[in-house]
Each structure stands twice: as C-alpha cells, then as structure tokens.
C-alpha cells in the first residue's frame, strides 16, 4: 500500500478545492502523509494561463501559511489521539527557469519546506502546454523531445530540489510520436545519459498517476522509460498529482503494481528536506 500523497495542488493557483477540503479528502484515504506542492510563482517574462489571476506571490504566501497552519493543528491530534490521521508536509513545485537561478534560490530558502519538487513546464521561453505539436516536424519533435531532457539534466544538476516530477511531461500533446520516439537509439541514449545524471546527483524520480488523467493515458514515466530508471536504482516517490478531492491517492493500487513490476519495494518522502523511505 502506498503511505504517501506528495505532489498535490490547491485552488491557490489552479486546483478546485481549499488546503483543508484536500487534506479532508487524504484523511478518508490510507495515506499516513499528505504533501501540498502548490506551483510557484513565475520571474519575469513567463506566464501560465491556468493560474489564478492576481498577486500570485501573495497567493503563494497564503498557500504557505494555510499549510503551516494545518501541519501545526494535525500534529497536535496526533499527539493526543490513539488513530491518526495523516502527517502534513510542506513542498511546492518549482518551476525550472535556468535563466533564473536567484530567483529559484529565493523561493526555495524563503519557507520551511519539507521538500521541494523540480519542473519542467518550459524549455526555453516555449510553455510545453502551449506547444502545437501538430504544427511540428517529426524533426522539430525529436529535437524538442531531446531538448527536454537536456532540461532535466541540468535541473538536476541545479542540485537544490529533491524530486523530479513526471519525467515525461513533454509528452502530454504527441503521446504517439513521443512513443515512435522512445524506440530509437538516440532516444534510448538520451534517457540513459539522462538517468546516469540523475543518479550521480541524488534524485529522485517521480512515478505518478497524472498522466492516466491526460490525453495521453498512462502512468508517468512511462513503461519504457520506467525500465532504463529501475535499472539505475533510481529511487520513486508517489504521486497522484491531484487538483481536486475526487483524485486525492488516484489509481494507487495500479500505481504501486506498476512499480512493483520493476523491482520497487520502497518509496520516499521527505521530511526537513530529509528522504525517509517507506514500504510499498
């Protein structure tokens, strides 16, 4: 049974429910820990149109206080009551802008987060979610695909998150070409040089249901790329990725068969930016 639901957002920014109606919802599951992980604000000259409109670092701000707020409360019923219920965890999921690492510094060191996810929503100035990949090449989306992944590596390189989340985002609007992709040789060394970085720098790789709520249907990373991380040893955490109390723990029976199948016992959190294993 998977223990821990650590990539989670809020209607801070662009989920549908409140810090508590999500913790409700963790409450009613298996979970022994809940992590929020709401986006962070945006530097300058990039822009997502699925965020809030308004102060999004004043929304960011309030996020972190409502969290803080609800870990404290929950920690006090856990030291006067016999069941439990789960444990709060601070994280957010940073959005990787290289251009910007000041900015990326001042986010991570300005709250006490439990840990911190590392994104990839943008490749240079180009929003992956805004990409028209119909109107690309087969070409253009090799070369993008690849891109990705140079993107990756040197997120981990930047050396300040502790997971990374859905390894393959970049497939979200071409799942059949990003397949077709995935089966040649410069795909199969760029995934392996991608997961030699990621395991000489310490990550660890999010495995998580979002994708089975996407176009492209399945489980992210998918099960190629799944096979080249396990055969690195790379450790997981678990995601459901939720943005309402309806998928809070989505599909995590089936999530921790699919790891299961590549050898996976264990999972990680993090509490104080230190990684605790948990049985699976």
């Known amino acids: 049974m998977i223990l821990a639901d650590i990539h989670t957002h809020t209607d801070y920014f662009h989920g549908q429910n409140t810090v508590q109606e999500m913790y409700n919802a963790a409450v009613n599951s298996n979970l022994q820990y809940y992590g929020f992980s709401e986006h962070t604000p945006l530097p300058e000259g990039f822009s997502c149109i699925l965020y809030r409109e308004g102060d999004m670092n004043l929304a960011f701000e309030n996020y972190v206080h409502d969290v803080l707020e609800l870990k404290e409360k929950v920690n006090e019923l856990n030291k006067t009551t016999l069941s439990r219920i789960p444990e709060v965890l601070l994280g957010m999921e940073l959005d990787f802008t290289p251009e910007f690492p000041e900015y990326m510094d001042g986010l991570i060191?300005?709250?006490?987060?439990?840990?911190?996810?590392?994104?990839?929503?943008?490749?240079?100035?180009?929003?992956?979610?805004?990409?028209?990949?119909?109107?690309?090449?087969?070409?253009?989306?090799?070369?993008?695909?690849?891109?990705?992944?140079?993107?990756?590596?040197?997120?981990?390189?930047?050396?300040?998150?502790?997971?990374?989340?859905?390894?393959?985002?970049?497939?979200?609007?071409?799942?059949?070409?990003?397949?077709?992709?995935?089966?040649?040789?410069?795909?199969?060394?760029?995934?392996?040089?991608?997961?030699?970085?990621?395991?000489?720098?310490?990550?660890?790789?999010?495995?998580?249901?979002?994708?089975?709520?996407?176009?492209?249907?399945?489980?992210?990373?998918n099960p190629k790329m799944m096979e080249i991380v396990a055969s690195y040893q790379i450790p997981i955490s678990f995601a459901s990725d939720t943005h309402d109390t309806q998928t809070v723990a989505y599909e995590f029976d089936n999530l921790a068969h699919f790891a299961r199948q590549y050898g996976y016992k264990n999972h990680t959190i993090f509490i104080n930016r230190k990684p605790v294993q948990l049985a699976f």
């Not at 439990?114 to 929003?127: A, E």
């Not at 253009?140 to 590596?153: D, I, L, V």
């Not at 199969?188 to 998580?208: A, D, I, N, P, W």
């Open 109 to 221: 060191a300005k709250y006490p987060f439990d840990y911190v996810i590392g994104t990839i929503h943008f490749i240079g100035s180009q929003s992956i979610g805004r990409w028209n990949a119909e109107e690309a090449t087969q070409e253009e989306k090799y070369a993008f695909f690849e891109s990705y992944y140079e993107c990756t590596r040197q997120l981990a390189k930047y050396g300040k998150t502790d997971i990374i989340a859905h390894p393959d985002f970049v497939k979200i609007h071409c799942a059949e070409d990003f397949h077709a992709w995935i089966e040649t040789k410069r795909a199969q060394e760029c995934l392996h040089e991608t997961c030699k970085v990621l395991k000489e720098t310490g990550m660890v790789l999010e495995v998580s249901t979002g994708g089975l709520k996407k176009a492209c249907n399945e489980i992210h990373p």
